[in-house]
């Protein structure tokens, strides 16, 4: 079983039946959550009782920004699918056999550019993403 490392999480884009790398990453944060409904019965005495709601995940990643940044693996790939209000693919995993992986498809919003100084400072790049449909977790064969 291989380590997880923050290479091990890629952003893809569908293209024809190919998972094609839309954007690497420096940080990276996910969290996969289930909504708790609380509810109450008629003569249990006031207790709450839970149960589980729906599930989704939602999460941020962020990196530098450069304009020499080959197609597929930057900010601006990022940017041109939030306007285009185009859906994406994210991949969280290994590709050692036999680990697993987590994967889902979902929207980006916001895109932000940043940079903390002027002159020569270098300008990151931030996105959030939450998941549209179901979340996968497989198994690399």
Request: glycine share 8%; aromatic share 0%; proline share 0%.
């Given at each position: 079983m291989g380590k997880i490392n923050v290479k091990d999480f890629t952003i893809y884009k569908d293209i024809s039946g190919t998972m094609t790398a839309l954007a690497c990453v420096e940080n990276v944060s996910v969290t996969i959550n289930r909504e708790i409904i609380e509810y109450l019965c008629k003569g249990n005495g006031g207790v709450k009782n839970r149960d589980y709601g729906t599930l989704d995940a939602t999460g941020s990643v962020s990196g530098l920004v450069a304009n020499d940044d080959p197609a597929g693996t930057g900010s601006f790939d990022l940017i041109d699918h939030l306007v285009a209000s185009e859906k994406v693919i994210i991949r969280f995993g290994t590709a050692t056999t036999g680990d697993r992986t987590v994967s889902f498809t979902a929207v980006i919003n916001p895109v932000t550019l940043?940079?903390?100084?002027g002159g020569d400072a270098i300008v990151t790049y931030s996105a959030d993403f939450a998941s549209d449909g179901?979340?996968?977790?497989?198994?690399?064969?």
């Open positions: 940043d940079s903390q100084q179901a979340i996968t977790i497989g198994t690399n064969a």
